[in-house]
């Protein structure tokens, strides 16, 4: 019985060992196609007069895909358990397209050239977090609930500096923010690496864990992203 037992572990033990990688490069994926539909959506848009100016002119229009973005987020992170991974897939998908419609103003303020290279500084800041937090011994989950908190205050500084209009909390806002979603790539990074080491295989249930975490790094990547061109992005005439 004893042998038996034995073998059963180190079956189970390579089956993990096997199932962990692969996951890993789901996130990875996912991750990454989302950001490219993300970014043709919006070169798209930017370059349709009609699509731009409908989204600029129509405020009900830019607010419902506000409100969609929100909602999708928030409800495929809530029942994730109870949808299929083709829906959950799905809704990852549009979130992806629908942040790109929302996101083609940036090629209308700032300059293509710019634009690309804060998109290149950004991709080298994630992959040094993403890589540190992967690989280090340290257990950043105090400094994720840190993170977290420090975000909610910049949300709320942001809302009330709507109506201040106060360039240099702007300013201040853009440098924290910066600082927040570095910390909360690492910490990210570390999270989806624990939750998919204890998955037992590939199963549906655990892609599901794997494409919860490739939203979560799209978020911070995206966020990341906006924060550092709103530093060194030159504006357009």
């Given at each position: 019985y004893e042998e038996i037992t034995n073998v059963v572990t180190r079956e189970?033990?390579?089956?993990?060992?096997a199932a962990f990688p692969v996951l890993m490069r789901k996130v990875y994926l996912w991750m990454s196609l989302a950001?490219?539909?993300?970014?043709f959506t919006a070169y798209y848009v930017a370059t349709t007069p009609a699509l731009i100016g409908a989204i600029i002119t129509n405020q009900i229009l830019f607010w419902g895909l506000v409100i969609g973005e929100l909602a999708?987020?928030?409800?495929?992170?809530?029942?994730?358990?109870?949808?299929?991974?083709?829906?959950?897939?799905?809704?990852?998908?549009?979130?992806?397209?629908?942040?790109?419609l929302t996101l083609s103003f940036i090629f209308l303020v700032y300059t293509a050239?710019?634009?690309?290279?804060?998109?290149?500084?950004?991709?080298?800041?994630?992959?040094v977090m993403a890589f540190f937090g992967y690989f280090t011994k340290t257990d950043l989950s105090s400094l994720g609930k840190i993170l977290m908190?420090?975000?909610?205050?910049?949300?709320?500084?942001?809302?009330?500096?709507?109506?201040?209009?106060s360039e240099g909390l702007a300013m201040i806002l853009n440098?924290?923010?910066?600082?927040?979603?570095?910390?909360?790539?690492?910490?990210?990074?570390?999270k989806i690496k624990q939750m998919l080491m204890m998955a037992p295989d590939t199963g549906e249930a655990?892609?599901?864990?794997?494409?919860?975490?490739?939203l979560s790094l799209y978020l911070d990547f995206i966020n990341l992203f906006l924060y550092l061109l709103r530093i060194f992005g030159s504006r357009r005439d």
């Open positions: 189970r033990e390579l089956e993990m060992s950001l490219v539909i993300t970014g999708l987020v928030f409800g495929l992170s809530a029942a994730i358990n109870k949808l299929s991974l083709t829906t959950a897939t799905l809704m990852f998908v549009i979130y992806a397209v629908i942040n790109g050239s710019s634009i690309t290279s804060v998109f290149f500084i950004t991709a080298g800041t994630f992959a908190m420090a975000l909610i205050g910049i949300i709320i500084a942001t809302i009330v500096n709507i109506f201040t209009k440098y924290l923010g910066v600082l927040v979603f570095v910390g909360l790539t690492a910490y990210d990074a570390q655990a892609q599901k864990v794997a494409l919860l975490g490739a």
